[in-house]
């Protein structure tokens, strides 16, 4: 599920990403809807945040995400143009490692911040428009 709310604090938009699942599915033609859809999205919400919320999950094929990562590679362009950062909203120690894991194997192409509760959230978003404002912004992994 895609919604954008607005950021009045910073005058700018969220995308939020809600995973509705419990199974990260990562099928092929599910997969490509989803990109372009994603695609869409931030191409019309420029210089947004994302906040994507995966606590739904209960189970992912790691092996299949691996071979997926590719695919979202090449998304990386888009949010390096339109994004300000991405924050997961995640309570599952298994996703948070494996997010970690593969933003250590595959740096992102924007800030990325795992997080626990949305006022984590908050305050990396502050964080990074903060620092962005001042013209430095770093890579941050939790």
Do not use: H, W
Not at 100 to 125: G, M, R
């Amino acid at each position: 599920e895609f919604t954008i709310k607005k950021l009045k604090k910073f005058d700018k938009k969220i995308i939020c990403i809600t995973y509705l699942k419990e199974s990260l599915i990562l099928e092929d033609k599910i997969l490509e809807l989803f990109c372009s859809k994603y695609e869409s999205i931030v191409n019309q919400n420029k210089n947004s945040f994302m906040i994507i919320d995966a606590r739904n999950i209960k189970s992912v094929d790691f092996e299949k995400a691996l071979t997926k990562i590719s695919i979202f590679k090449k998304l990386d362009k888009i949010v390096e143009n339109n994004i300000f950062c991405i924050s997961y909203l995640i309570n599952n120690i298994i996703f948070k490692n494996m997010i970690n894991t593969i933003v250590k194997l595959y740096p992102p192409a924007v800030p990325i911040k795992v997080c626990n509760e949305n006022k984590e959230i908050l305050k990396f978003l502050e964080n990074i428009y903060t620092k962005n404002k001042k013209g430095f912004c770093p890579m941050l992994v939790a």
